[in-house]
């Protein structure tokens, strides 16, 4: 059966800024707000069993705006090391860049919410991500890409 482990998670880099404190949590603004999203993998080693480790890495980027100001901006990289057991190895790739930062994301999203709500405001909750079509647009983006630069799954 394929296998997919959760060896670890963890916070490789988290900011928080809100540069113009206390004026932007002044009234009941709408922001606007912009979510960048993008995940990478690098292979670790071989685990037992013939499996192979992964580090999986979600980077979510955001920036709320008001009235021509900045709100808040915010940088979370949130990464897992995955043990990867009796994929296909044509299916290997998929599984790192779909189903691991699918297992990642909630985890993501709380230390997401909860800078936001430290950082004076309502609690950013982030929409479920499509993981499937952020990997289409990879492979798309590697298939127009020169020969020369192969798609992996780092």
């Not at 993998?41 to 008001?66: I, S």
Request: aromatic letters at 8%; a negative charge; glycine letters at 8%.
């Amino acid at each position: 059966m394929p296998h997919i482990g959760v060896l670890a998670q963890y916070v490789k880099d988290l900011s928080f800024e809100n540069p113009n404190a206390p004026r932007s949590m002044a009234g009941a603004q709408q922001p606007t707000i912009n979510i960048q999203v993008n995940v990478d993998a690098v292979p670790m080693n071989a685990g037992p069993g013939g499996g192979t480790d992964f580090e999986v890495t979600l980077r979510l980027e955001g920036k709320a705006e008001a009235q021509g100001m900045m709100l808040f901006n915010f940088e979370l990289v949130f990464a897992g090391v995955f043990r990867i057991q009796n994929v296909p190895p044509e299916s290997t790739q998929a599984v790192i860049l779909i189903e691991c930062p699918r297992l990642l994301f909630p985890f993501a999203r709380e230390i997401i919410a909860t800078s936001v709500r430290n950082g004076g405001f309502a609690p950013l909750l982030l929409d479920p991500i499509d993981f499937v079509a952020l990997y289409r647009q990879r492979l798309a983006a590697a298939q127009a890409a020169p020969p020369s630069q192969p798609l992996n799954p780092g």
